[in-house]
């Protein structure tokens, strides 16, 4: 499973490829940093894709999930979070709202939502997997590289891995920048 040594701030700094989700993402469960290769499904309101997906292993990858952006129904919740912990998920970012915050907060799961809602999404099934999904002027595609923590979401560019990206100079340059009192007029 796969852990975030590396901030998204840096990686943007260091990798202008590098493309961060423009949404106000909240973040919940113990897992505050996670990345991994995607996985996506694109579903409205609805959760039976997700929970045959997270019931599956997940090899450390990390579900995208597009729901639209509504924040009428739940499309996670701490039941599912926790067979997401169990089945080896990275950690999951949704464009929607989930449920059960207090509890997944308490939970070795890294999740990224728009919101929280009580009412729990519906069953059908409706929905497609692994296909490329955008929303915040990022396109998810499967099998690429995401990197996410408090500071936000970022998508590595194809072929790319955190550790492929080299942030000394970049960090260098920010002590720089602070340490000389910012730039001159």
Same mark, same amino acid.
């Given at each position: 499973m796969s852990t975030v040594t590396l901030?998204?701030?840096?990686?943007? !700094? $260091?990798? !202008?490829?590098a493309l961060p989700c423009a949404l106000p993402f909240r973040g919940w469960g113990r897992?505050? $940093?996670?990345?991994?290769?995607?996985?996506?499904?694109?579903?409205?309101? !609805?959760?039976?894709?997700?929970?045959?997906l997270v019931g599956q292993q997940g090899h450390g990858h990390v579900l995208v999930i597009d729901g639209g952006g509504s924040l009428q129904r739940a499309l996670f919740g701490d039941v599912m979070a926790a067979v997401a912990a169990r089945n080896g998920w990275a950690g999951l970012i949704i464009n929607g709202a989930i449920r059960d915050g207090g509890e997944i907060d308490e939970m070795d799961v890294g999740v990224k939502a728009l919101g929280t809602?009580?009412?729990?999404?519906?069953?059908?099934? $409706?929905?497609e997997v692994d296909v490329p999904v955008t929303f915040g002027g990022v396109t998810f595609h499967p099998g690429r590289r995401v990197v996410a923590d408090d500071?936000?979401?970022?998508?590595?560019?194809?072929?790319?891995?955190? $550790? !492929?990206?080299?942030?000394a100079d970049a960090l260098a340059a920010t002590a720089a920048y602070a340490g000389n009192g910012g730039p001159t007029k």
């Open positions: 901030k998204t701030s840096d990686l943007c !700094d $260091a990798c !202008d490829a897992r505050r $940093a996670f990345s991994g290769n995607i996985r996506t499904i694109r579903c409205h309101e !609805d959760i039976g894709l997700m929970r045959e809602v009580p009412k729990r999404g519906e069953r059908s099934g $409706a929905g500071d936000g979401v970022i998508v590595l560019p194809e072929g790319i891995t955190e $550790a !492929d990206i080299e942030t």
